[in-house]
């Protein structure tokens, strides 16, 4: 009888200490006032829980995995995010430059009148990156209306800037730059004329190459008027005296090289033919080399060629330059 008396005693006070501790767990912990809390810095990501409902995972389809029960961010404690160095984005930039190979052509295209298709397959047949066109014709009655500029760009899967010269109603002439970088943007200058002279212009483009930008400039000057010819050589010289970016200029220049025409450009320019020029150099109509391709002293030319054509009466001239690594970022944007 008292056995049996200890035993309901002691599992009376059992019960007690349970209920007792139960009770205590409803009660909110003892809290610090003084303590500050601590930002939640990272959250681990885990799948649906193993006791998650079949309808409880049906209706989580289709969102992002979060975990079962994460805590509460504490908005009153801003987290802080690590500012980079100063330069820290100039010195990636440059880590990723690097010098770039790049074909450039020059061609007098003779407004295509040997047939546009055959003109494309001459460029495509040199695997140009950037094409310097003479003698394009936009929307004109005479070559029934095409835009060449347009259709060139979509035949050779490449960027195009058209530069009017002399406009006809609706239809253009003039010339076009194709480009397999990024044209950033382009425009052209009116070059001098004079009493019996055509219109020409100094059509630009500046091409993002290597992360830095290089401008293009193409041209074709005054065949017929000695004098005025040199002006117009002379007004190029002196736009590109003010450029700062490494430069190119093709185009057709009607001159040889040892004429006062070329000399303000040579000048400034070094004449890719002359460095590194190999086979026939002939590519005007007569055999002589007025076609010509130049470019700053820091591009330099690897090799440069004068190829005949079949359906223009100008030789393509195509150099390959190597493009030096930018020692600074671009700043420019591309053209919206």
């Known amino acids: 009888m008292r056995a049996l008396l200890v035993v309901l005693v002691l599992g009376v006070v059992v019960t007690l200490v349970v209920v007792d501790r ?13 303590a500050t809390p601590r930002p939640t810095l990272t959250v681990e990501t885990r799948g649906p829980s193993a006791e998650q409902s079949a309808d409880e995972r049906a209706g989580s389809a289709g969102k992002p ?33 690097g010098s770039v190979d790049v074909r450039v052509l020059s061609f007098n295209t003779h407004r295509s009148f040997g047939g546009i298709a055959t003109v494309a397959s001459e460029i495509r047949s040199l695997d140009p990156d950037v094409v310097l066109l ?24 490449m960027e195009a800037s058209f530069s009017p010269n002399v406009v006809q109603g609706r239809g253009q002439y003039g010339t076009a730059i194709l480009s397999r970088f990024p ?40 065949n017929k008027i000695v004098g005025l010819r040199e002006a117009q050589a002379r ?23 040892n004429t006062p025409t070329l000399g303000p ?26 076609d010509f391709v130049m470019a700053s002293p820091t591009l330099e030319p690897q090799g440069a060629q004068a190829l005949r054509s079949a359906v223009s009466d100008h030789a393509r001239v195509v150099v390959d330059y190597v493009v030096p690594a930018s020692t600074d970022c671009p700043t420019r944007t591309r053209r919206g």
């Open 183 to 222: 044209i950033l943007d382009s425009g052209r200058f009116a070059l001098p004329n004079g009493a019996g002279g055509e219109q020409r212009g100094l059509q630009w483009a500046g091409l993002d190459i290597g992360g830095q930008e290089v401008r293009v400039y193409n041209t074709h000057l005054q």
């Open 235 to 257: 007004h190029v010289a002196g736009i590109l005296a003010g450029e700062e970016q490494p430069t190119i200029l093709g185009g057709d220049m009607n001159a040889t090289a």
């Open 134 to 157: 003479q003698e394009v014709d936009r929307f004109h009655g005479r070559t029934g209306g095409v835009d060449q500029a347009a259709y060139f760009a979509e035949a050779l899967g």
């Open 65 to 97: 995995d979060r975990p079962g029960k994460s805590r509460k961010r504490d908005r009153s404690v801003p987290e802080e995010v690590p500012t980079p160095p100063p330069g820290i984005e100039a010195i990636a930039c440059r880590k990723l430059q």
């Open 22 to 34: 139960r009770r205590g767990d409803d009660l909110p912990a003892a809290v610090d006032p003084g």
């Open 265 to 290: 450009l040579l000048a400034r320019l070094v004449d890719a033919w002359a460095v590194a020029g190999s086979g026939p150099e002939g590519t005007g109509p007569n055999g002589s080399r007025i």
